[in-house]
């Protein structure tokens, strides 16, 4: 199964213009980390509450600054298509949680965190133990 069937869904976004304020206030109101920065579809940046508390505790921002000036620019993006062995294998090489997945036409389509990772891996262990139980009761160990 690809990342657009098993991760597609609505993203939290903002526009490169919205201020911190805003891109916060949406974090809290979705109970996420982080919100893609997007321009018609695609994107551009992301900003996540790390990102927000770094700037404002070194005085580089204010609620009222505009998400383009600490957002990160490079977005480390992954196709809809490739799998969930890809995606991991991009957060551990990138050293990132969140990833956005875009379709073939560069437009964000969804969004895969190291929860996301977590929790699918823990619900297929979950199948290979129960789907490996029955024939662990039929042997004898002793």
Do not use: C
């Amino acid at each position: 199964m690809n990342l657009g069937e098993l991760f597609r869904s609505e993203v939290v976004t903002v526009s490169r213009d919205d201020t911190i304020s805003t891109a916060m206030s949406r974090m809290h109101e979705k109970n996420v980390g982080a919100v893609v920065v997007v321009r018609d579809r695609a994107v551009v940046g992301i900003i996540t509450d790390r990102d927000v508390a770094m700037a404002l505790a070194l005085d580089s921002a204010t609620p009222a600054t505009p998400v383009s000036e600490v957002m990160t620019r490079d977005v480390i993006t992954i196709w809809e298509d490739q799998g969930v062995f890809n995606a991991t294998q991009y957060m551990q090489g990138h050293r990132i949680r969140r990833l956005p997945v875009i379709n073939r036409d560069n437009e964000l389509v969804g969004m895969v965190t190291l929860d996301d990772v977590v929790a699918l891996l823990g619900q297929e262990l979950r199948n290979l133990s129960t789907a490996i139980s029955p024939a662990l009761n039929e042997k004898s160990f002793v």
